[in-house]
Nanobody, 119 residues
Framework: QVRLVESGGGLVQAGGSLRLSCATS????????MGWFRQAPEKEREFVAS????????YYADSVKGRFTISRDRTMNTVFLQMNRLKPDDTAVYYC????????????WGQGTQVTVSS
């Protein structure tokens, strides 16, 4: 069973930066894609960024393009989300998710990490 553990959240002022990490543990991860999602209070969970685990293609929500970067370290089985020029609207719980090979969508989720951006 693969587990995802996020870290790196916290409180930051607007304009600042944070880097989130998502470490996979358990079985050796063999996946199709990894993604980051977020959920703000009283809002639906929304897509933030994703990438193919094999590398190459990355995808971003319009709201974070140019500010956030998704990357991965395959040797560490870890995915990162570098968040720059943060805005108060970025405040949310951020979730890491994995789409394992054969799954039709993201089928493994982390517990989430809180990001709070103060104005």
């Amino acid at each position: 069973q693969v587990r995802l553990v996020e870290s790196g959240g916290g409180l930051v002022q607007a304009g600042g930066s944070l880097r989130l990490s998502c470490a996979t543990s358990g079985r050796t991860f063999s996946g199709h894609a990894m993604g980051w999602f977020r959920q703000a209070p009283e809002k639906e969970r929304e897509f933030v960024a994703s990438m193919r685990w094999s590398g190459g293609s990355t995808y971003y929500a319009d709201s974070v393009k140019g500010r956030f970067t998704i990357s991965r370290d395959r040797t560490m089985n870890t995915v990162f989300l570098q968040m720059n020029r943060l805005k108060p609207d970025d405040t949310a719980v951020y979730y890491c998710a994995a789409q394992q090979i054969g799954a039709s969508g993201y089928n493994v989720w982390g517990q989430g990490t809180q990001v709070t951006v103060s104005s």
